[in-house]
């Protein structure tokens, strides 16, 4: 009977630890965190050997296997850097390194981020007004419609240089042009959504703010807009990650000085992987971060509006 | 103003000077892909100050929609239809109504308080007053002390009377109820008729209001219009006499169970034209 109740007790505890582990976030990411480390540091040894094999042949230089995997993980260029050496590269960069250095990837962060988030202000302005232009007047959804949908049609590659040409002969340079790239990207989730959200409200609230012979303009304050709110913000997330895509961009094709796009292109000049890998995962902690933010935003407005915590 | 003004004006005064909705040979045909839909046809109907009148009929009989034609969310499309003597369009430009609908319909993001208060504030009244005149109506459906909770905190009940309070709250005479009980269990709805009617009794409010429950409409009106659907027409109106301040307990009375019967006998006459 004990010894029963004993495995019966083992059975029952096994699976409900793994299940407690996997219930909340942190297990199930660190579990793809992890295999994705594995597959990193196979692929680094896979894709570098050919190199440190050529390497050892013209040194005449006798290896094992595992000094092989050790000197494929410690390469100055290598095709496919190990996350460790990026790792360092980072912590080197961004902590070690004083912040109004070039070499800072901080500066360059900051480079970056400031005309993404100038973006993203004039980004999101220019897609709540398209909204409540589309929803508001029948012709302006006739006409504006179309070209806000064929706008994204067009690769950003090929306007970016444009734009900052443009701009550049009538006098604007650096922060601005980056902005307005990223403002053509992002307007357009927050226009989509936007126009859904100002047109959710139910027919039978329109019906009430009829009966109250409420204006347009009150309709829009009092329903359309709160009613919006989820929909705003669940573009925001979008807009505010492709923001940063445009700035990005809005870099390379110019040959800008500074700022991750700069990083990633002097990085590719003179093959200093290491630098285009840590300059692409910085770009990708900034986009996470900024997400997270706008999440938190999110939460506070809707629990500010009543929504159940 | 010439004598045949005036003559006009005479001739198209309401019947009875009292009369707060006045509706002559009103009808209204929705146009649809599958033809003409005719929603509404030859109703004649006078609303007097202090009925408390009730349209009851089986579903597609129009009864929701000609309290729309009322409140000005549907437009007749022929006929007649004043309200305290100017047109449904003007009384509701003028607020002269507060309309309940099936659904509490309260915006999930503000408080009772500020969903009651509501008209109000697109009325551009001042925040005190505002604040002064929710109390008064959430007073008068016993919702207060919920002023500051959101809508998904209250019961469905709870909710429809909040609506009604929003309804009340910037003192229309005339108040337009659209099923108001219909999605609520029987005790709820009795306890709801019940504080209806002392609402009515101590406001002297005009109330128009669609129901398909028979013992719901005979027990509140003073006025019961039986329709009938395609076309839907007014096939009876009965004028009932129990007291303003009658309780839940006349309803076993004789006089109730003889007005229940005769507007049944009218919902099946009603029927019988449709098979």
Not at chain 1, 43 to 61: C, E, F, H, S, W
Not at chain 1, 184 to 200: A, H, N, Q
């Amino acid at each position: 009977m004990t010894s029963n109740t004993a495995t019966m007790n083992g059975a029952i505890a096994g699976p409900s630890l793994w299940s407690r582990m996997m219930s909340g976030q942190a297990g199930p990411v660190t579990v793809v965190l992890m295999a994705l480390f594995v597959i990193w540091y196979g692929g680094a040894v896979l894709m570098n050997a050919p190199t440190q094999i050529d390497k050892y042949n013209r040194a005449d230089q006798t290896w094992t296997k595992m000094q092989l995997i050790e000197d494929t993980l410690a390469q100055e260029r290598p095709i496919l850097p190990a996350p460790h050496q990026v790792a360092q590269e980072m912590y080197k960069t961004i902590f070690a390194t004083k912040i109004t250095s070039k070499r800072s990837l901080v500066y360059h962060t900051w480079v970056t981020l400031s005309s993404t988030l100038l973006g993203f202000v004039f980004g999101t302005a220019l897609g709540i007004l398209l909204a409540i232009g589309i929803v508001h007047v029948v012709t302006l959804e006739k006409s504006l419609m179309p070209w806000v949908i064929s706008s994204q049609t067009i690769p950003i590659l090929a306007i970016a240089p444009m734009v900052v040409v443009v701009l550049g002969a009538i006098g604007l340079k650096g922060l601005v042009p980056k902005a307005i790239i990223s403002t053509y990207l992002c307007f357009f989730p927050v226009t989509i959504s936007m126009v859904k959200g100002l047109r959710s409200p139910q027919v039978i609230q329109l019906d009430l703010m009829r009966t109250y012979n409420a204006s347009k303009w009150q309709t829009f304050w009092s329903l359309r807009l709160p009613s919006a709110m989820p929909y705003l913000f669940a573009s925001l997330k979008v807009a505010i990650a492709i923001s940063l895509v445009g700035a990005i961009v809005g870099e390379l094709p110019t040959g800008a000085q500074a700022g991750l796009g700069a990083r990633l292109l002097a990085g590719s000049y003179y093959g200093q992987t290491i630098q285009i890998w840590s300059a692409l995962l910085t770009a990708a902690f900034v986009a996470a971060i900024m997400v997270v933010l706008v999440g938190w935003c999110e939460r506070r407005v809707l629990v500010r509006m009543g929504a159940r915590s | 103003m010439t004598l045949k003004a005036v003559v006009n004006n005479v001739a198209k005064m309401p019947a009875s000077t009292d009369a707060v909705v006045d509706i002559q040979k009103l009808s209204l045909t929705f146009q649809t892909a599958d033809g003409p839909v005719y929603a509404l046809s030859d109703v004649d109907l006078t609303i007097e100050r202090g009925d408390f009148v009730s349209f009851i009929g089986p579903s597609g009989c129009g009864k929701t929609t000609l309290l729309r034609v009322i409140a000005d969310l549907e437009k007749a499309t022929g006929g007649d239809i004043s309200i305290n003597g100017v047109s449904a369009q003007e009384a509701r430009e003028n607020r002269a109504y507060g309309y309940v609908f099936q659904a509490p319909a309260l915006l999930p993001w503000r408080t009772i308080e500020r969903n009651v208060t509501l008209p109000l504030e697109i009325m551009e009244i001042s925040k005190e007053e505002r604040i002064r005149r929710g109390h008064e109506a959430l007073k008068l459906v016993e919702l207060n002390g919920f002023e500051k909770k959101f809508p998904w905190q209250l019961s469905g009940g709870m909710q429809q009377r909040a609506s009604i309070a929003r309804a009340l709250s910037f003192d229309a005479d005339l108040l337009l109820m659209d099923e108001p009980f219909g999605a609520l269990d029987e005790i709820v709805r009795d306890h709801l008729n019940e504080q209806l009617l002392k609402l009515w009794a101590r406001t002297n409010k005009t109330v128009a209001f669609v129901t398909h429950s028979i013992p719901e409409a005979v027990y509140l009106s003073s006025k019961i219009v039986v329709m009938s659907p395609r076309p839907g027409r007014i096939i009876d109106v009965i004028k009932t006499d129990f007291p303003k301040d009658r309780g839940l307990d006349i309803r076993e009375t004789p006089e109730f169970l003889e007005v229940a019967h005769r507007v049944r006998e009218g919902l099946r006459a009603g029927h019988s034209y449709d098979e």
